[in-house]
T-cell receptor, first 114, second 114 residues
Framework: DAKTTQPPSMDCAEGRAANLPCNHS???????VYWYRQIHSQGPQYIIH?????ETNEMASLIITEDRKSSTLILPHATLRDTAVYYC???????????????WGLGTSLAVNP | GAGVSQSPRYKVAKRGQDVALRCDPI?????LFWYQQALGQGPEFLTY????????KSGLPSDRFFAERPEGSVSTLKIQRTQQEDSAVYLC????????????FGQGTRLTVV
């Protein structure tokens, strides 16, 4: 699986949009971009995933550049409860081999401030 | 239950002691994963089960680590002769299928070896 690069930390004011970048310049054509987050002392939580189109769900939006070498996770109205470590992961989505596992980096520690 | 349940939440073991960590996945989920997370790091893959079959154990750090899922539901991660470097949070995750988009994580078991 391709490696990802994320800033180690970011700050955001409560109520503002949080834009978390991720670089995945070696991503392959069949690899998806996943985002998980981990609130302190809890297990990771799935947020969203995408291949090449922008995606939106009740938690966030995912913007993937046209060349797919980078993406941005957007939390439109950050709250204090969004303070967490956010992980960007690229992964082949197929039901074979060792591709089931997730390979994690260090993520971005997002602090939402009042 | 509604989510993945892990027990115990906290375990303190004396060096050399054997420990067993339990994971109750979401009912009906075929795939089960174990991850190890050291302080300040992202989770690292240990092993993967599809039903009762252990299909990937490439992440187990040594032969002191053993995992089983005999009936395809509850899983146990056993660590023999614990060492200080085994101190970490052990996370269990389950998903409907190996290629599922979303893995659901438990809260983890924090193991401290003294």
């Amino acid at each position: 699986d391709a490696k990802t690069t994320q800033p180690p930390s970011m700050d955001c004011a409560e109520g503002r949009a949080a834009n978390l970048p991720c670089n995945h310049s070696t991503i392959s054509g069949n690899e998806y971009v996943y985002w998980y987050r981990q609130i302190h002392s809890q297990g990771p939580q799935y947020i969203i995933h995408g291949l090449k189109n922008n995606e939106t769900n009740e938690m966030a939006s995912l913007i993937i550049t046209e060349d797919r070498k980078s993406s941005t996770l957007i939390l439109p109205h950050a709250t204090l409860r969004d303070t967490a470590v956010y992980y960007c992961i690229v992964r082949v989505l197929k039901n074979a081999g060792n591709n089931r596992k997730l390979i994690w980096g260090l993520g971005t520690s997002l602090a939402v401030n009042p | 239950g509604a989510g993945v349940s892990q027990s115990p939440r906290y375990k303190v073991a004396k060096r050399g002691q054997d420990v067993a960590l339990r994971c109750d996945p979401i009912s009906g989920h075929v795939s089960l994963f174990w991850y190890q997370q050291a302080l300040g790091q992202g989770p690292e893959f240990l092993t993967y089960f599809q039903n009762e079959a252990q299909l990937d154990k490439s992440g187990l750090p040594s032969d002191r680590f053993f995992a089983e899922r005999p009936e395809g539901s509850v899983s146990t991660l056993k660590i023999q002769r614990t060492q200080q470097e085994d101190s970490a949070v052990y996370l269990c995750a389950s998903s409907r299928r190996g290629g599922s988009t979303e893995a659901f994580f438990g809260q983890g078991t924090r193991l401290t070896v003294v």
